[in-house]
């Protein structure tokens, strides 16, 4: 199943809502999951089941969406939130976005 | 709670096999699931193959002719071996564990540091 996010690159300043799309080729019945990965480190599970949010991730992130298309939010942009951000989806094996890079302006 | 960590020879030759060893601690290997992820540089992720918790394994479809995954329970020790490696399989080996005990809408909840695997003579 592909995946497709955008943008590609954002660029927010500290303390914007910032919204970061991922669409799936087909409906994937909310099972997709959303992790960060900063510079040099592995992948950070932030959300899975579209809308659950990991324990000890901040509640500023939140998920949302439905069926092929869906949503990550901040809703206060952090310094330490930059990062790229990658959806996946594992309604059908696993697929991952390209992912959108963040980064502040 | 729940650790991984990834080990293996940083470079590897063209044509030849890559052999990789996830450590894990924290869970139980005939309880929950591992697969198996890689990064090639400054790109994106892709899902390699599974060991569920009863032993058998899935792979991607386009790596199955070269890929085999196994372990040691009793080490807590998940291998991968890959054949014929070209330099576009130069990438970042991460293995990540799963909740699930068998092929189930799952994701992945914790991740290895990663591994660097250079193809390269």
């Known amino acids: 199943i592909q995946m497709t996010q955008s943008p590609s690159l954002l660029s927010a300043s500290v303390g914007d809502r910032v919204t970061l799309s991922c669409k799936a080729g087909?409906?994937?019945?909310?099972?997709l999951a959303w992790y960060q990965q900063k510079l040099g480190e592995a992948p950070k599970l932030l959300i899975y089941?579209?809308?659950s949010l990991q324990t000890g991730i901040p509640s500023r992130f939140s998920g949302s969406g439905s069926g092929t298309d869906f949503t990550l939010t901040i809703s206060s942009l952090q310094p330490e939130d930059v990062a790229t951000y990658f959806c996946?989806?594992?309604?059908?094996?696993?697929?991952f976005g390209a992912g959108t890079k963040l980064e502040l302006k | 709670q729940v650790q991984l960590k990834e080990s293996g020879p940083g470079l590897v030759q063209p044509s030849q096999t890559l052999s990789l060893t996830c450590t894990v601690s924290?869970?139980?290997?005939?309880?929950?699931?591992v697969s198996w992820v890689r990064q090639p540089p400054g790109k994106g992720l892709e899902w390699m193959g599974a060991i569920w918790s009863g032993g058998s394994t899935d792979y991607n479809s386009a790596l199955k002719s070269r890929l085999s995954i196994s372990r040691d329970t009793s080490k807590s020790q998940v291998f991968l071996k890959m054949n014929s490696l070209q330099t576009e399989d130069t990438a970042i080996y991460f293995c990540?564990?799963?909740?699930?005990?068998?092929?189930?809408?799952?994701?992945?909840?914790?991740w290895g540091q990663g591994t660097l695997v250079t193809v390269s003579s």
């Open positions: 924290g869970f139980s290997l005939t309880s929950n699931s």
């Open positions: 996946q989806q594992y309604n059908s094996w696993y697929t």
């Open positions: 087909q409906n994937i019945n909310n099972y």
């Open positions: 089941n579209a809308n």
């Open positions: 990540t564990f799963m909740y699930t005990t068998d092929y189930y809408p799952d994701w992945f909840a914790y």
